[in-house]
């Protein structure tokens, strides 16, 4: 597949991300799209998915390869993808994450910022932070610090 062809069908699959079409999300990863293949600001499609909460598209994105630990870049969307869900309270990507492999203690910034749980406790979002004290997660911050 040639580069211009990659970054169409990347653009695609963003679009498909934020309309939360998932059947179209597939159809782009079964053509080859990359899972890992940040948009022009560094954005990673996984990182898109989980802050927007759609769990069924971060697990075809995981499924076909997408790292769960990865950090995206892009203005307004630096951070861990488990950290974005977690920051929103969505609990159902959060249980996708963790089903994948990603680590509920990495904290964003390269292991200088919030950790997930530092992130649902600050929302709050209890059902998440509990989700992710059961996977193992340690608070690194108080909620009422920054």
């Given at each position: ?130 989700l992710l004290t059961t996977a193992g997660a340690t608070p690194t911050r108080e909620p009422w610090r920054s």
């Amino acid at each position: 597949m040639n580069q211009r062809r990659r970054k169409k069908l990347s653009r695609h699959l963003f679009e498909a991300i934020w309309m939360g079409d998932t059947a179209r999300a597939k159809t782009l990863l079964r053509a080859g799209v990359d899972p890992e293949r940040r948009d022009s600001e560094g954005t990673t499609p996984l990182y898109e998915a989980c802050v927007n909460g759609k769990a069924g598209i971060a697990r075809l994105l995981l499924a076909a390869g997408a790292f769960p630990d990865a950090e995206s870049g892009g203005p307004g969307s630096e951070g861990t993808p488990l950290c974005a869900a977690a920051c929103w309270g969505h609990t159902e990507t959060v249980r996708e994450l963790l089903a994948h492999g990603a680590d509920p203690n990495l904290r964003e910034d390269h292991g200088t910022g919030w950790s997930p749980l530092d992130w649902a406790n600050n929302g709050p979002h209890p059902e998440t932070a509990d989700l992710l004290t059961t996977a193992g997660a340690t608070p690194t911050r108080e909620p009422w610090r920054s």
